[in-house]
């Protein structure tokens, strides 16, 4: 049942690919802020996702977070996402980053509730 509350915690491990020089974001080799910001929009779908009608699915509409510390190459980045309010087929999330147990983001995710194949057939 969809209810304010679910949560989940999706982890990465920075890595060449996920670095601001990959991603264009910067030029230094620590975890890119879209690869941060990808990691929080990964954890509020997955919080969500068993609790969805059958063909249904979530697409991220608008996020807004900081990202207050670097995290260099090797380094575990965990974000959890947190869904705390539901309004109609929009969903609110709190996110947070952390290497450890420092805090290195955190905002606000909204996210739209879609049937798949509409969602899919407006392309």
Known sequence: MLET???HTSSVVV????TAIALGSGDMPVLATPAMLALME????LAVA???PEGSTTVG???SSSHLAPSPVGAEVRARATLEKID???LYFNVIALQGDKVIGEGTHLRFIVDRERFMAKL
């Not at 890595?15 to 996920?18: F, R």
């Not at 990964?42 to 779908?45: K, L, V």
Request: no cysteine; net charge neutral.
């Open 88 to 90: 109609g087929r929009k």
């Open 5 to 7: 509350g679910l949560s």
């Open 50 to 52: 068993a609790e969805l």
């Open 61 to 63: 509409g608008q996020i």
């Open 15 to 18: 890595s060449d690919a996920n």
């Open 42 to 45: 990964n954890a509020a779908m």
